[in-house]
């Protein structure tokens, strides 16, 4: 059964670093690109990046690039999302999701989400 | 980038009703559409797949059709469990989400 597990909720500080991880099993980890999508309170889903966990080959969304580091260690089948300095801007909802194939590339697994709270 | 545009945001509706939801697309994207169905507090599920193509497991009163700009999704019958939000998602460049449908109870 593929499944995706997020580590859990995070409430930080502004100005904090931050790494949320997410856990791929039950399929090939390196086969396939994990994608991040960002979800505000109450808003809709944006595209934040994704990687390749194969060679750690990433693309970032124009609105995300420089402001997030995406990475993957295939040794232990973990794709992450990370911060340097977070704002109470980035709080939101964040979900990895495993795109489905080379030429598929909707995304068909999805992680139960990380909630990221930033507040002073 | 290419921008994806849903109508309505908010759609009333009753148990046994068709419902009809819309997206277009700011640019083709040939077929490449997926729609994704969101419960509070709950990941994205696929529902449907290169804008016509129902993943395995969801009922067969959903459908999607179209190609180029514009889109549909239908629900043929809606169901008790069908009261969510829905997204459409382009992957024809990167990924790019509408921006949801809330399908409310009338």
């Known amino acids: 059964e593929v499944q995706l597990v997020q580590s859990g909720a995070e409430v930080k500080e502004p100005g904090e670093s931050l790494k949320i991880s997410c856990e791929g099993s039950?399929?090939?980890?390196?086969?396939?690109?994990i994608g991040w999508v960002r979800q505000m309170p109450g808003k809709g889903l944006e595209w934040m990046g994704i990687?390749?966990?194969?060679?750690?080959?990433?693309r970032y969304s124009p609105s995300f690039q420089g402001q997030v580091t995406i990475s993957a260690d295939k040794s232990i089948s973990t794709a992450y999302l990370q911060w340097s300095s977070l704002k109470a801007s980035d709080t939101a909802m964040y979900y990895c999701?495993?795109?489905?194939?080379?030429?598929?590339?909707?995304?068909?697994?999805w992680g139960q989400g990380t909630l990221v709270t930033v507040s002073s | 980038d290419i921008q994806m545009t849903q109508s309505p945001t908010t759609l009333s509706a009753s148990v046994g009703d068709r419902v009809t939801i819309t997206c277009r697309a700011s640019?083709?994207?040939?077929?490449?559409l997926a729609w994704y169905q969101q419960k509070p507090g709950k990941a994205p599920k696929l529902l449907i797949y290169e804008a016509s193509s129902l993943e395995s497991g969801v009922p067969s009163r959903f459908s999607g059709s179209g190609s180029g700009t514009e889109f549909t999704l239908t629900i043929s019958s809606l169901q008790p469990d069908d009261f969510a939000t829905y997204y459409c998602?382009?992957?024809?460049?990167?990924?790019?989400f509408g921006q949801g449908t809330k399908v409310e109870i009338k």
């Open positions: 990687i390749w966990p194969g060679d750690s080959d990433t």
């Open positions: 999701a495993r795109q489905s194939g080379a030429a598929r590339r909707f995304f068909d697994y």
């Open positions: 640019q083709s994207i040939s077929g490449w």
């Open positions: 039950g399929y090939s980890f390196t086969s396939y690109w």
């Open positions: 998602q382009q992957y024809n460049s990167y990924w790019t």
